[in-house]
């Protein structure tokens, strides 16, 4: 049974994400006997998609064109579902991130197929198709059976490892004969954050909550994060008040993330906040609180005022850096 993978860019690059997806579907075409073919849609170079053949595609398609300058979740279904059906591939895999979430229902639905959101590993068995995956916000594991010919499945970030194994490189143009009266959708305008590290991308976070009283006390919590090259987050309230860009939370609502560290400043752990941060390698909590919740998931906790503890940690964190 051959894979499709779908990879979208960010301007005209791959991210880890996506060789992560690569790996994940070369380790499972080992289990169906199939092959493994991308679909990067966009502007990528040859030398980007080339990058793909390392992890294990055996055929890189790339549909390119100005019906793909904005993300229209039909126009890009209907492409990856004619990618499937010409390359006669029954599974088709993306990432559980915003962009997966909005377009792999609308595959389903084209191809008839079965929908498993959230994936954490590779499927426990062929015949019966079963997989494991996230379910009540990440509060649990559950495993989900696709009885239908054709799967499509969402993988959770970072659930997967990078499996180098380089394939020769074979690409080819794909045309999905969509014309421009297709897209149903204009796109007004894009606000990019460029000067920051984006979340999904980042191996550690520092995130922060409404302990943290007032804006004006993130300066800490910036510090801390720039001496450790990690991004900065925080949870929903802090983001509603205006204290903090909405590009900025995490949760049910906001990003989903699973960074290798995560440090909770100041915020109770509610379910809806935990749903975003519950795969986190590992979980530093800092609350006065020595029942808030967010002990409960925490790998650490320093049962402390934020306000002392934090610049003890970035005074840490500096030595730290220093005599390395
Ligand atoms: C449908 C729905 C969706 C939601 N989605 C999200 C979501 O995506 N993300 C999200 O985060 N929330 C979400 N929420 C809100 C969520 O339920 C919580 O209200 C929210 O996470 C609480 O934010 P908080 O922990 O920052 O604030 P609080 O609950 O007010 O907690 C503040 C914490 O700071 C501690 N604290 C106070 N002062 C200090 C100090 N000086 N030092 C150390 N600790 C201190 C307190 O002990 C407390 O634990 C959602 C809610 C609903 C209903």
New binding site residues.
Partial sequence: MSILVYLENWDGKFKKSSFELVSYAKAMAEKTGGDVTVLSIGDVSETELQELSKYGASKILSAKGDIYKSLDNAVYSKTISAAAQTQDCKIIVMANNNTGKGIAPRVAVRLKAGLVSGATALPLSIEPFQVQKNVFSGKAQGVQQVNTRNKVITLAQNSFMLMENELPFAHEVFDAGIGAEELKTELMSVDKVTDKLLLSDADIVVS??????APENWGPVEELAQVLGAATA?????SDEGWRGHEE??????KVIAPNLYFA?????????L??VSSSKVIVA????AE?P?FGAADYGII????E?LPKLVEAAKSFKASV
């Fill in positions: 922060a909550g409404r302990g943290m009283k925080c949870s929903r309230p802090v939370h995490v949760g049910q609502t906001g400043f100041g915020i109770s752990g509610a379910i809806q906040h749903a975003g800092i609350n006065t609180d808030a967010i402390g005022d934020l306000k503890v």
